[in-house]
């Protein structure tokens, strides 16, 4: 029972696989498949993120927590 069940993940694991052609690249770098579709909002986000890490200590962020590094 382990191996069908190990068979089928391997195979649907291999079945998302796919070659993408040259003039397909078009469509996959379209704004619509972005993780993030507001560039402005994500860069505040992750300038927040590292400020606040980097008040905490251990963080690869300099700066004292107020954004002002």
């Not at 397909?24 to 579709?37: C, N, P, S, T, Y």
């Amino acid at each position: 029972m382990i191996r069908i069940l190990t068979s089928l993940l391997v195979l649907g694991l291999l079945a998302g696989c796919a070659n993408v052609k040259p003039w397909e690249r078009g469509e996959l770098a379209d704004d619509v498949m972005k993780w993030d579709l507001d560039p402005l909002k994500s860069s505040l986000d992750t300038h927040i993120y590292f400020s606040k890490e980097g008040s905490s200590g251990g963080g690869k962020a300099a700066g004292g927590g107020c954004g002002c590094n």
